[in-house]
């Protein structure tokens, strides 16, 4: 159990565990794929990427945040292994958490709003409050969705098909198949992170109650869908290779992939599967930059400056 203690003495260090800095990948590699399909049609808009990775990463935080305190409420994270959890470690009071994490979702609100506006697409602000309210219902509220096996899902829709596709949008006025492409590739890697969280926390999870999906599903099964979601990126890279051979290049980020594939098939249990989440969440930053490089290379190649 996590060191307990009356004092609420959270230190800067605390909060920057807190946020869950291995998790932002998450954040940065499909606004990254999103940019790169949007140069590819030859749309691509400096000002109005910087806004959706700020819009993606203030809402990693605030989700981040937002589980600390509802889980540790709940006392679901009295008894687990991972990052410093402030609300069940008592480093920190439970409001303050609370504050944190909605004050990351009013930040990403505002870059949401303005870049829906810089975008013409004001319609978008609907589609941010879906993400805000998905953000927080994952551990929050009365019937949190987390607790009932739809996690994977919701981060392979969130911060896969609407953040890369929403990127490239805002950016190039259209989706494309290419977009698509990417966007599922990004959503099925980051979905197994939060896959290989879970499956982690299966033992700790089955006692509290939390039915997440690698509790639904049992261990073998899910250290399996882990190792095809991991995959789905590289399948990615050889169907992009038809729009633009040089995409095959995705396939650099590989090794990090299958090491930690490796990692989970061979039973690692607990603080074992902790670097798998880093190592997936950097295979996935770094399939996410070569794609969009090449992606680039692409529209200069095809005559559509960007």
Known sequence: MEHMTDAFTASPRDWWEAARPHTWPNAFAPVIAGTGAAAFAGGAHLGRGV??????????????????????????????TGPTRLTASRLARPEHVKAAAFGAFAVAALCGVVLSYEAGALWLVAVGAACIAAAWFYTGGTTPYGYSGFGEAAVFVFFGLVAVLGTEYTQSGAVSVVGALCAVA??????????????????TDAVAGKRTLAVRLGDAPSRTLFTLLTLVPFAASVLLAFAFLPTLLGVAALPLAV???????????????????GLNGKAMLIWSLVTALTLAWGALVAGRPF
């Open 51 to 80: 806004l959706a990775l700020l819009v993606a990463w203030a809402l990693i935080i605030g989700v981040n945040y937002a589980n600390d305190y509802s889980d540790g409420i709940r006392g679901t994270d009295d008894d687990r």
């Open 186 to 203: 990004v959503g099925a890697i980051s979905a197994s992170v939060n896959l290989a969280n879970n499956i982690r926390d299966i033992p």
């Open 259 to 277: 090491a930690s594939i490796l990692r989970v098939r061979r039973g690692g249990r607990g603080p074992a599967l902790i670097p798998v989440l």
